[in-house]
């Protein structure tokens, strides 16, 4: 018996300025820990002025692959974003999250859990505040360590270099402006904290978005998957929540600085499963 784990959700999030508001979950779904598909659907959205999209569609997938025999317990986790538009400053012909996982028979002298890949995660026609942006992805390394126990592996050995370079923060300036929002100090103390770290913590903030390029102001900050548009907010690209037998993906998240406030999450995918306790 095996219980699947799966989620999805287009966009979500809730606005702080100019007035107080919840954007409820667009185009989401989850899968029955049976397994089988589910999906969701939906035209053009808009919210307020402050966030649109044309398209959306997410699906799940969960079942048995045999393989040489072999039993797999497979999940695919899809959501495909078209048209999107964050006041005129974040835009995207598509964007596309995907997860997939296999669970395989237990190996020797490893925990059971899952491997999971983020293979396919894309940004397609993306453009910040008015400049085309290439983004430069590594779905590589985390094809090379597909599960928590590589992660926990590869920190305590010779690919720890490797590990923290995907990281979240890491490249962001050694000294931070004080000044800087509470979103911001958080993922730099965050980075710092596991940099020096022995062990690898429960969770880790990591990134598939080696840079991003194409953005050529000079008052726009671009570190890594991190970019800063002054009088609008901070951005961060293909966010990989790594833990125990999960991930989740986060094509992109928005901490929306003055005028306006608040926190979009954009592309969102999830998924595990384990066999019976």
Not at 58 to 83: A, D, K
Not at 134 to 160: C, I, S
Request: aromatic fraction near 8%; proline fraction near 7%.
């Amino acid at each position: 018996m095996y219980l699947y784990h799966a989620d999805a959700l287009a966009l979500g999030g809730t606005v702080v300025r100019p007035v107080p508001d919840i954007i409820e979950s667009q185009v989401a779904c989850s899968l029955p820990t049976a397994g089988g598909t589910a999906s969701s659907r939906s035209g053009r959205f808009e919210y307020k002025g402050l966030i649109s999209f044309e398209s959306a569609q997410s699906s799940l997938t969960g079942n048995v692959e045999t393989r040489n025999g072999v039993p797999f317990n497979v999940t695919r986790v899809s959501v495909v974003i078209e048209g999107l538009n964050i006041l005129h400053m974040v835009m995207a012909d598509r964007i596309v999250a995907r997860l997939a996982a296999e669970h395989g028979p237990k190996e020797p002298n490893r925990p059971s859990e899952p491997k999971i890949l983020t293979t396919g995660c894309q940004f397609e026609g993306l453009r910040i505040a008015g400049h085309a942006a290439t983004v430069e992805t590594d779905h590589g390394l985390f094809a090379k360590f597909p599960t928590y126990f590589d992660w926990q592996t590869g920190w305590k050995g010779a690919d720890n270099g490797t590990l923290r370079n995907c990281i979240m923060g890491n490249t962001l300036p050694a000294a931070l402006d004080p000044a800087r929002p509470v979103h911001f100090q958080e993922i730099h103390r965050g980075f710092t904290e596991q940099r020096d770290a022995p062990e690898l913590k429960p969770i880790v903030l990591s990134s598939f978005v080696k840079q991003v390029t194409g953005i050529n102001s000079p008052e726009i900050d671009c570190w890594g998957p991190i970019i800063v548009v002054p009088q609008f907010g901070t951005i961060y690209l293909g966010e990989v929540v790594v833990s125990s037998g999960q991930r989740r993906v986060n094509m992109l998240r928005l901490e929306l600085g003055s005028p306006d406030a608040g926190t979009f999450i954009i592309g969102s995918t999830g998924g595990n499963g384990s066999g019976y306790p």
